[in-house]
């Protein structure tokens, strides 16, 4: 596994976590929500 895919399995368990809110996971991983759109490509 790349260190970009471990990435986004982490973001994607941080949304499951916070069921899908986008706001609340970009906070908890310390990013902004513009950067967390740009990680997994919305």
């Known amino acids: 596994m790349t260190l ?3 990435e986004i ?5 941080v949304l499951e976590i916070t ?3 986008k ?3 970009a ?3 310390g ?4 950067r ?3 990680k997994l490509g919305d």
């Open 4 to 6: 970009a895919e471990l």
């Open 9 to 13: 399995a982490y973001i994607r368990r």
């Open 19 to 21: 069921q899908g809110n």
């Open 23 to 25: 706001v609340q996971a």
């Open 27 to 29: 906070k908890i991983l």
């Open 31 to 34: 990013i902004d929500r513009g």
């Open 36 to 38: 967390l759109y740009r």
